[in-house]
């Protein structure tokens, strides 16, 4: 018998009962569904995990104070540890280091022209744009001299900038900040959201020694430092720079040997690598879970091929009595099962897809769809229908034709 009319044969007793047919192929749609949609999903949240801590800077070793160190946590505001020394020591001594970038950081309202805006003063130097790969989109940013004199003068970014002027171009405007003003000198380049709906655009920098004294005021020593940014020249000598980092600060700040460091660093490198990994770790269970409905979908096509064949078994006989083979009919339901399977897959795949794209955009995630969803959804969707189909196709072959045409 042709192969052509064997697959006539297979879509026929499908279209001939498509109720049962639809029912029997929604395992394989929600198993495909769910394997497409949840890989999709965690390539997606592992393209924002990327691009949230690339956004934060490259090759970056950021050092912090420790306040677990000791028996006891110490609150906020206790335990700075690290200084202006520390950052000039490691400016001067550390090999293969492209910026060095001492930050101490504030919330404070800020009021320009009748509005105003809460958001995060970063007090930096000018090395700070190098160190965490920013940008200024219009105007300037400060210099050496107006941060060493601590003049009032600040960089806003994107989103300060339309909250309190709008589309108005803000430099060179004065601004308020709490009591004390400041004037508009550059709006940053935008930098979007670093995950976590932290927005790295929402921000304003200002001269160190300026946030120090007028907005920080007295509850830190005159040259504590919040956080150091250490940049590295390249990737391959960044986490020899954060060994010097460590090695460098014990040494300033006279931590013996065995005891723990007052102070912390985060190679965002590492980091990076420990989230995508972490995130294609959970990725990978998501897609296990789901598939086990695509198990589910299997085991409903081997029941619906065996009541087929037992409903069918004077049909078979018939067929085998006037010159049918057994390989016919073997092929004939394999053909039905991998038809049944086949279909659930490619409804399961569309689904999986617009939900992908659903979710992504709901979330706000970028739409992560890998090239070889498709051939790998119905790759598996032919597979299912091969391997749970087997058992029936080869019960149909190996009936006798009389005994077959004898029941009823």
Avoid: C
């Avoid at 690339?54 to 050092?63: A, D, E, P, Q, W």
């Avoid at 007090?123 to 940008?135: E, M």
């Avoid at 001299?145 to 300060?160: L, M, S």
């Amino acid at each position: 018998m042709r192969f052509v009319e064997l697959v006539r044969f297979a879509l026929g007793a499908i279209v001939a009962h498509p109720m049962r047919s639809g029912l029997t192929s929604l395992g394989v749609v929600i198993g495909v569904a769910a394997v497409v949609m949840m890989t999709a999903i965690g390539l997606g949240a592992q393209q924002r995990v990327t691009s949230a801590i690339s956004g934060l800077g490259s090759n970056l070793v950021i050092v912090m104070p420790n306040f677990q160190r000791g028996p006891v946590s110490q609150g906020a505001g206790s335990g700075m540890s690290l200084r202006d020394s520390d950052a000039e020591a490691i400016a001067r001594q550390v090999e293969d280091v492209a910026a060095v970038a001492p930050t101490v950081t504030s919330r404070a309202q800020m009021n320009a022209d009748g509005t105003n805006w809460n958001t995060r003063i970063d007090g930096v130097t000018p090395d700070y744009l190098v160190a965490r790969d920013l940008t200024v989109a219009q105007g300037r940013m400060f210099d050496e001299r107006e941060a060493r004199q601590g003049k009032k003068v600040i960089v806003v970014g994107p989103t300060v900038a339309r909250e309190l002027w709008g589309d108005a171009d803000p430099v060179g405007k004065r601004i308020r900040v709490r009591t004390v003003p400041f004037e508009v000198i550059g709006v940053l380049e935008s930098k979007g959201n670093a995950g976590l709906g932290q927005d790295q655009d929402d921000v304003a920098l200002a001269p160190l020694a300026a946030v120090r004294s007028r907005l920080v005021g007295r509850r830190f020593r005159g040259d504590t430092i919040q956080t150091i940014y250490v940049k590295s020249t390249d990737a391959d000598s960044l986490d020899r720079v954060q060994e010097d980092v460590i090695n460098l600060l014990r040494d300033q700040h006279r931590i013996r040997q065995g005891e723990e460091d007052d102070f912390q660093t985060q190679n965002m490198a590492s980091i990076l690598a420990t989230m995508q990994q972490a995130v294609a770790t959970f990725t990978v269970f998501l897609a296990a879970v789901a598939a086990v409905s695509l198990v589910v979908g299997g085991v409903g096509i081997m029941n619906i091929m065996l009541v087929s064949v037992t409903e069918r078994t004077r049909e078979i006989g018939l067929r085998m009595a006037v010159g049918a083979k057994r390989s016919d009919v073997l092929i004939q339901f394999a053909l039905e099962s991998v038809a049944l399977s086949m279909a659930g897959g490619l409804i399961g795949l569309a689904i999986g897809v617009g939900g992908a794209l659903g979710v992504a955009k709901l979330a706000g995630w970028p739409a992560a769809i890998p090239p070889w969803a498709a051939p790998l959804a119905l790759g598996f969707s032919m597979a299912v229908g091969l391997v749970f189909g087997a058992y029936p196709s080869w019960r149909a072959a190996r009936l006798d034709p009389i005994e077959a045409l004898r029941r009823e």
